[in-house]
């Protein structure tokens, strides 16, 4: 079946230590995004990317960086990890050619920081 | 601007009573709208979407949602809940053009209890 994966589905790491969580996806979209959710609340898109091109939130801490090599692949690196960067970070995909604006969410990466 | 408010953040139901959970949204153009449902340490499921058309959505799981423009809403329902139910509960909106971006309402916590 065609889907969004993400890789680890538990992470914890140290306050400070770069991480990095991984997505990857089979369905060949062409938007790629990432949210952070913290408890209790909405998930809150941080940037996303179009093929190659990047666009970040405008209240996207210089902490959460992106990349993405290739289709399948995105990536979100946290160079500095806070406390209070602890919370589930999503991926979605879609579609810019699909009819309904939907998107695609991987089961998440659940982020511990200690 | 475009805003999505979910009445409740805490909806109890008892087992095969009628679940209803409300969403309304701002917006000066048409939206796309997507309820998702999310279980504990989980991704985001859709449960149903509106883009055009019959304005009585069915999805999966016995939900159904019916989008009424004079009352910028999109409530949710389902006739019985069942235990399995239990769970958080997004409503969320996007428009065509730009890229997409969801945008979530608080989330409902739906509890079904015996």
């Known amino acids: 079946d065609a889907m969004v994966i993400q890789n680890p589905r538990y992470q914890v790491t140290q306050f400070g230590k770069p991480v990095t969580l991984s997505c990857s996806q089979t369905?060949?979209?062409?938007?790629m995004y990432w949210y952070q959710q913290k408890s209790s609340q909405a998930p809150k898109l941080l940037f996303h990317y179009y093929d190659k091109d990047f666009n970040n939130e405008a209240d996207t801490p210089d902490n959460f960086q992106s990349r993405r090599p290739n289709t399948s692949f995105c990536f979100l690196d946290i160079r500095s990890p806070g406390l209070g960067d602890a919370a589930m970070y999503l991926c979605?995909?879609?579609?810019?050619?699909?009819?309904?604006?939907?998107?695609?969410f991987g089961p998440g990466t659940r982020l511990t920081v200690l | 601007a475009q805003s999505v408010t979910q009445l409740g953040s805490h909806v109890s139901v008892s087992e095969g009573a009628l679940v209803l959970l409300r969403c309304n949204y701002s917006?000066?153009?048409?939206?796309?709208l997507f309820w998702y449902v999310q279980y504990p340490n989980q991704g985001l499921q859709l449960l149903l979407k509106y883009t055009t058309g019959a304005t009585l959505v069915k999805g999966i799981n016995g939900f159904e949602a019916e989008f009424k423009k004079s009352e910028t809403s999109f409530h949710l329902t389902k006739p019985s809940a069942h235990m399995s139910d239990a769970a958080e509960y997004f409503c969320a909106v996007s428009f065509s053009g730009g890229y997409n971006k969801l945008i979530f309402g608080a989330g409902t916590r739906l509890a079904v209890h015996p």
């Open positions: 917006s000066s153009v048409p939206p796309y």
């Open positions: 979605a995909t879609r579609d810019v050619g699909g009819q309904y604006n939907e998107q695609f």
């Open positions: 369905l060949n979209h062409n938007v």
